[in-house]
C-alpha cells in the first residue's frame, strides 16, 4: 500500500484554533508529521510598541483567555524590574495564588479535553463540573471568571479579605480531593489506560533537545520548573515538590497535571496562611520607564513562558517579545504522533495542551546572497536545524 498524505485544517471541526497539520501514512501507521502555524494574526506584539506600559497590560492580558494571568504577571515582572519598583510583600502573596488558581483552572479544563479526545465523556463532564469551583473563587475575588485583570504594575487591584480567604480554604479543600480522585482514575481505569498508555512517547532527553517544557519536558522524567529553577513571587518561601514522571507519554503528562493541581491547592493555602495581615497591595509606578531591557519568566500552565522588553525611556515600550510555551512545545509534538496510530493523533497532540492563540506566529527566513524571502513552518524549521 503507497504512503498517503492528508491534511487536518486549517479550518477543521475537530480544531478549536485554524492550524494546518499534515501527516503522511503507511496504512494506519504515522511516517512523518508537519505542522504550519501562522493563521491567527493579532499583532499583540507590535501594537505593544505603540501603547503606553499600562495599556499594554490589558493587550498582553489577552493574549490567552486560559494564562491570561500568566501574562500579565511575566509582563508587569518585566516592567518592574526596568523601573526597579518593589511590590508588596502581601500583593505578591496574593499574585503566587492568582497564579496557582489558573493553574487548577487551565489543568481541570485539560483534563475534561483530554478525557474527550478519547470518548471518556463521564471524565469529562465530572472534571468540568469540579473546575466551576476555581471559577467561582476566581469570580469572587477579581470579578471575572476570565481574564482576571488581577495583576497591575505594582502590585495587585483587589485584595483578600477573610470572608474571602474561609471560602477559598472550602473550595481548595474540595478540589484537593476530587484531584486525588482523578489521579486514581487515571491509573487503574482500564478504558483510560489503553488510549493513553504508550501513546505519545518522547523522550527526556529529546524534549531537552528540542527545548520542550512545561509539563510535556517534567512527564519525560526531567525536573525543570521556573518555580524551582528562577524561584520568582515567595516561591521559595513555600513548600512544593516538581512533579516528574518517567513515563514520557500521554499518561505520564496526565499523571503530572494532576499532582499539579494537587500541589497548586497546597501552595494556595500556604499563600494564606504566610501573607501578612494588612499592608498595602500596590506600589506607586512611574508613568515613564527607564531606559534599558529586561526579560522574565514564569512557570505558566503548559511551561515556561518569557517576556522580553526594551525601553527608551518613554511611556511606551520600544519592544515586547513573548515566547510562549506551546511555541517551545511544537517540536515535540511532531515526534510524539510519529509511530503512532493515526487514531491516536487527537490526544497525543493534545496531551501538550496547545494554544495557538498565544503561539500563531511564522518564521520568515531572508536569503542575503539571493534576496529572496520565503516562510517555513515550524516543523520545517526543525528539520533545517538537524540538517546543519
Request: charged share 25%; glycine share 8%; net charge negative.
Amino acid at each position: 500500500m503507497p504512503k498517503l498524505s492528508f491534511p487536518i485544517g486549517p479550518q477543521h471541526p475537530a480544531l478549536k484554533e485554524p492550524e494546518n497539520l499534515r501527516f503522511t501514512v503507511d496504512g494506519e501507521l504515522v511516517v512523518d508529521a508537519d505542522i504550519r502555524i501562522g493563521y491567527v494574526h493579532r499583532s499583540i506584539e507590535r501594537s505593544c510598541s505603540e501603547r503606553n506600559y499600562v495599556q499594554d497590560l490589558y493587550l498582553c492580558e489577552r493574549v490567552c483567555g486560559i494564562c491570561s494571568n500568566a501574562h500579565t504577571l511575566a509582563y508587569s515582572m518585566a516592567i518592574e524590574k526596568l523601573a526597579d519598583v518593589e511590590v508588596p510583600e502581601r500583593a505578591q502573596y496574593i499574585r503566587m495564588m492568582m497564579h496557582e488558581f489558573e493553574r487548577i483552572h487551565s489543568h481541570m479544563l485539560w483534563l475534561g479535553v483530554a478525557a474527550h479526545e478519547i470518548g471518556f465523556e463521564t471524565l469529562f463532564m465530572y472534571a468540568w463540573r469540579d473546575r466551576e469551583i476555581i471559577q467561582d473563587i476566581l469570580e469572587m475575588v477579581s470579578g471575572n471568571r476570565g481574564h482576571y485583570a488581577m495583576t497591575t504594575l505594582g502590585g495587585v487591584r483587589y485584595d483578600i479579605t477573610d470572608e474571602m480567604a474561609g471560602k477559598i480554604r472550602e473550595g481548595l479543600a474540595t478540589l484537593r480531593q476530587r484531584a486525588e480522585h482523578y489521579a486514581d482514575i487515571a491509573t487503574t481505569e482500564a478504558t483510560f489506560l489503553k488510549r493513553t498508555v504508550g501513546v505519545g512517547v518522547v523522550s527526556g532527553d529529546r524534549c531537552q533537545q528540542l527545548g520542550a517544557c512545561g509539563p510535556v519536558v517534567r512527564a519525560s522524567g526531567k525536573d525543570y520548573d521556573v518555580r524551582a529553577y528562577f524561584p520568582y513571587l515567595k516561591y521559595d518561601n513555600v513548600e512544593w515538590e516538581v512533579r516528574t514522571s518517567e513515563l514520557c507519554d500521554v499518561l505520564g503528562r496526565t499523571i503530572v497535571r494532576v499532582q499539579e493541581v494537587i500541589d497548586a491547592c497546597d501552595i494556595s493555602i500556604q499563600c494564606l496562611d504566610l501573607m501578612p495581615e494588612g499592608g498595602e497591595i500596590q506600589a506607586k509606578f512611574p508613568r515613564k520607564v527607564p531606559e534599558g531591557e529586561v526579560t522574565s519568566r514564569v512557570e505558566a500552565q503548559r511551561g515556561e513562558l518569557i517576556y522580553y522588553v526594551r525601553s527608551d525611556g518613554s511611556d511606551v515600550p520600544e519592544r515586547v517579545k513573548i515566547r510562549t510555551p506551546t511555541l517551545a512545545n511544537l517540536p515535540a509534538s511532531i515526534e510524539m504522533v510519529i509511530g503512532g496510530q493515526i487514531a491516536d493523533i487527537p490526544i497525543a497532540f493534545a496531551s501538550i495542551d496547545p494554544c495557538f492563540s498565544c503561539t500563531d506566529r511564522m518564521v520568515v527566513l531572508d536569503d542575503i546572497s539571493t534576496g529572496d524571502r520565503r516562510t517555513m513552518s515550524w516543523a520545517e524549521l526543525v528539520k533545517l536545524g538537524k540538517r546543519k
